[in-house]
């Protein structure tokens, strides 16, 4: 069979789609499925985030995958190759975590992970039938001997740029997995709801081989794509080790808990680590209490960062503004919190009721969400009902944050001193940080689409 997997963009604001003529990493769960797929089959992949989804191609199955917002997109392209006669599968997390209602959209939904049960589905299309709703059996399966994936032809890598431009080959992230799932409880992620709080690492060896690939390639600087590396400590440490040799830079997601480990935090530094995303998500303990994050204890971030930046490691902060405990007066000290520690990079939030988390049906129950369209469960949309201040009062503040977050001023102000040993990472950054700026100038919902 032809198939074409598709992984779509998000809409913004205005409903226009959200495009771009480059991205600084790539997913890979679309080459991981060409991977995976028995032989004899015919597959071509896009991630309509660069590049046009072609809805008249000849093709016998049309796979998609979607997360967040990029879900209405995901089902309105799967009406249109449906009305060509197209066969459809969804796929994701969003689609696991509503797998009844994503069925109404596609001929077929992967609930899960796709490994056991991808060549059952196209075994069951090639003869005409589908189940419907496929989830695999037996648990979650080991992380051992993935099907390697081709580098070369990754959806977002511009290889003839990344052969050709220095300043691309510093700018793109080659992607790496070496964990799946979190254990921890935090109420408002889907991913723990998908993984149901199941963590799983991949051997030590696998992802080395995959390092040593894209070494081969040229490339130099890593992204683990893992919701949470370090949840095991030993295994990371072990990882971190190993990826000593290899001189690799890298960045990632991860809880706080790195900097309290002082070997990993060392391990972390010394294998190549140069920034780290970690979702603070709020200062105020009340606020971590209300979604179950308590064990971020917020008392700790200022040693925390500290502790990072000794390090010479970037910290980009992802924080929910409108939480349970958070008031007017919590912006302010919220900002102000994020200059005295020089934050390099800031992501806010607002809360977003992903459906299949306890977090959405508590609100669903409390009468609190006040937007059921899907597309705009992004960045920053007033999605709940805020219990310390009114809607009104959570966008502006949320507003102001961004916006002095990003001043000239503050700029200048985060980044002197830059973090230990790192000026390149830190001009990077600063460009970064001045492009944002810019960016939220000439953009009404600009924070829709900082990523």
């Known amino acids: 069979m032809r198939i074409y997997l598709v992984s779509p963009t998000h809409y913004d604001g205005s409903g226009a789609l959200h495009k771009t003529t480059r991205y600084w990493t790539s997913g890979i769960t679309l ?49 249109e190759f449906r009305s060509r006669g197209r066969r459809v599968v969804l796929g994701g997390t969003w689609a696991t975590l509503t797998a009844e209602e ?11 992970e796709a490994e056991d049960v991808w060549p059952e589905l196209l075994a069951d299309f090639s003869e005409g039938r589908t189940k419907g709703i ?22 977002l890598l511009k290889l003839q740029a990344f052969r050709e431009s220095a300043l691309y080959r510093m700018y793109f992230h080659w992607p790496v997995i070496f964990s799946r799932g979190c254990p921890h409880p935090c109420e408002y992620c889907a991913v723990q709801t998908y993984y149901q709080r199941s963590y799983r690492t991949r051997p030590v060896d696998d992802v080395l081989e995959d390092m ?12 683990f794509l893992d919701d949470n590396p370090i949840a095991r400590p030993d295994a990371a440490k072990e990882l971190f ?51 179950k994050k308590d064990f971020n204890q917020a008392g700790r971030f200022r040693e925390d960062i500290a502790a990072l930046r000794a390090k010479g490691i970037q910290v980009i902060a992802l924080i929910m503004v409108g939480l349970d405990g958070d008031t007017p007066e919590t912006f302010g000290r919220t900002l102000q919190f994020l200059l005295d520690n020089k934050v390099s990079f800031l992501k806010l939030f607002t809360p977003c009721p992903y459906p299949g988390t306890k977090f959405h049906d508590d609100l ?25 201040m009114t809607t009104g009062q959570m966008m502006d503040g949320f507003k102001h944050i961004y916006e002095s977050f990003y001043s000239l001023k503050n700029i200048a102000r985060r980044f002197s001193p830059p973090p230990k040993g790192q000026l390149l990472e830190s001009l990077a950054y600063v460009v970064a940080n001045l492009k944002v700026n810019r960016y939220l100038r000439s953009h009404e919902r600009a924070w829709a689409t900082i990523s």
């Open 134 to 155: 496929y989830r695999a059996r037996g648990g979650w399966r080991s992380l051992a001997g993935l099907a390697p994936i081709d580098y070369e032809t990754l959806p």
């Open 212 to 223: 040593q690939r894209i070494k081969a390639l040229g490339g130099n600087r890593i992204l």
């Open 102 to 112: 994503s069925l109404r959209h596609a001929d077929a939904v992967v609930a899960g």
């Open 31 to 79: 080459p991981y499925l060409k991977a995976i797929t028995p032989k004899g089959h015919d597959v071509e992949l896009v991630d309509e985030l660069m590049y046009d989804v072609d809805l008249d191609r000849e093709c016998d199955v049309v796979g998609i995958t979607a997360m967040g917002p990029q879900i209405v997109r995901a089902y309105d392209l799967a009406r």
């Open 241 to 291: 080790r190993r990826m000593i040799p290899l001189g690799l830079k890298w960045a990632s997601q991860s809880t706080v808990n790195m900097a309290r480990d002082p070997e990993l935090l060392d391990l972390a530094a010394r294998s190549g680590c140069v920034s780290l995303s970690i979702g603070f998500e709020s200062i105020n303990p009340e606020s971590l209490h209300g979604i």
């Open 364 to 388: 669903v129950r409390a009468g609190r969400i006040l937007d059921g369209n899907w597309a705009r469960y992004d960045y920053g949309s007033p999605l709940i009902e805020p219990t310390g």
